[in-house]
């Protein structure tokens, strides 16, 4: 059984410190040398418990930047080899989107390319016709504390394209679920927030005595159906296609439902093909524009696990996500278009005045303190259970791949303690043609 690794790791809270003494640059750490076609990862580093930095870079030379702070991180990359349709890749991961960082690419004659990472999880740099000689890699930490990040770059002997002739549609994946409690988010209004940084969870003397927040016990997001307890967790959502992810409407503050239209890229470069794409609307209480029915959340109770069977126990409660390009969806595949030309293709409803989506090979992730991120537990005691997360369940976007948009997680519960058994891509852990996520 093959296995693919995690799109993004665990949970790392921001605070905001002082700014630190300036400091003298970090020795260089040599990472590698790339012919055309080579690739190199490496592990870039850790920021621990010293000051969170808010520098102010206005008029600071970006080779400079590293004599503000402390630590900062200096790598060294060769390239060996080029050529007029070469393109160098320079990628920095972290694993929670609060923790920024400034990345600056110099090459052997001093020119500079950056990036920061704001509220997102990955930053890539794209150089073309790189000069050969060594080319110098700072990473300085913008707001971060207990923060690591990782790296990778790659000397592609041309940019990738998609094989597919025709039509480059998108392929919705779900990634691994991970985070799983019973602690609701510390904020109850945390519809309105970014809660990531505002949202910790709530907790009193190491117990966690509420689940779900004040607007999900009210039953905002389905009045219907107040929840009372909450089986939180994160779960990523991805666009594993060659096509982009490209989904217009009109935002509507209202709340009125509006008509959601999907463009569907064309390999030849002509205007999109316009389909319908379901429904949406903007979220009075969360305060933004959510896809409906994009997502759904079930959770079973497993009765026998030689036998597989097993009893539906609740679902969530969320009807609507605004996916965007946060984190690169297979850290080990080159196959990223640049972040943000997701809509890249053409606007095919130009009536329309607002975009979401996700461009070639990036993804999202949504944490558990975010709202309606859980399925309801109600009554359930102790036991297995297993929860799935499903993208697209009514078949609302054209995808290339129909069959990989359930993932799952196998779960013993006693109380509120979690363990983690087996999460995975596929229906469930009875599923013969599952993928195991490590």
Not at 80 to 90: E, I, K, M, Y
Not at 233 to 257: H, K
Not at 260 to 287: E, I, K, L, N
Not at 321 to 342: E, L, N
């Amino acid at each position: 059984m093959r296995t693919i690794a995690r799109l993004l790791a665990a949970v790392l809270l921001v605070a905001a410190l002082p700014l630190a003494a300036p400091a003298a640059p970090s020795p260089a750490v040599h990472v590698g040398d790339l012919g055309l076609d080579d690739d190199v990862f490496w592990d870039g580093g850790h920021v621990g418990a010293d000051p969170t930095y808010s520098l102010p870079f206005t008029g600071v030379p970006f080779p400079d930047r590293c004599a503000a702070v402390d630590p900062c991180f200096v790598f060294t990359l060769g390239v060996t080899g080029s050529s007029p349709t070469a393109r160098l890749r320079v990628g920095l991961d972290t694993p929670a989107r609060d923790d920024s960082f400034d990345l600056s690419v110099v090459s052997p004659s001093g020119a500079v390319a950056s990036r920061q990472n704001s509220n997102s999880y990955s930053m890539e740099i794209l150089l073309p016709a790189p000069q050969t000689g060594t080319w110098t890699i700072r990473v300085v930490p913008v707001s971060a504390e207990h923060a690591s990040f990782r790296m990778r770059a790659k000397l592609e002997a041309e940019p990738w394209r998609p094989a597919t002739q025709g039509e480059l549609l998108p392929n919705l994946r779900v990634t691994r679920l991970w985070e799983f409690g019973f602690a609701a988010p510390a904020n109850p209004g945390n519809g309105l927030f970014p809660p990531d940084d505002v949202n910790p969870p709530l907790s009193v003397l190491g117990m966690e005595p509420v689940s779900c927040s004040l607007d999900e016990q009210l039953g905002l997001d389905n009045p219907e159906q107040p929840s009372q307890r909450c089986l939180r967790y994160s779960f990523g959502l991805a666009n594993a296609g060659e096509g982009n992810f490209d989904v217009r409407y009109t935002n509507d503050r209202s709340g009125n439902q509006t008509e959601m239209f999907q463009c569907v890229q064309q390999s030849d470069g002509s205007p999109p093909r316009r389909r319908s794409a379901g429904t949406g609307a903007f979220h009075q209480t969360h305060g933004h524009f959510h896809y409906k029915n994009i997502i759904f959340h079930d959770v079973w109770r497993v009765l026998d696990r030689s036998a597989w069977t097993r009893e539906a126990v609740g679902t969530g409660k969320k009807i609507g996500y605004s996916p965007a390009d946060q984190g690169i969806a297979d850290w080990f595949d080159f196959v990223q278009m640049a972040p943000g030309t997701g809509g890249s293709a053409g606007n095919c409803a130009p009536e329309t005045n607002s975009r979401l989506g996700m461009s070639v090979g990036w993804g999202d992730a949504y944490r558990y303190q975010r709202p309606g991120n859980f399925v309801d537990f109600g009554a359930a005691g102790d036991g297995l259970y297993v929860v799935r997360t499903i993208a697209d369940p009514q078949g609302v976007v054209e995808e290339s791949d129909e069959g990989d948009n359930t993932a799952y997680a196998l779960l013993r519960i006693v109380g509120t303690e979690i363990n983690v058994l087996e999460t995975g891509l596929g229906d469930g852990p009875w599923d013969p043609a599952k993928v195991l996520y490590e």
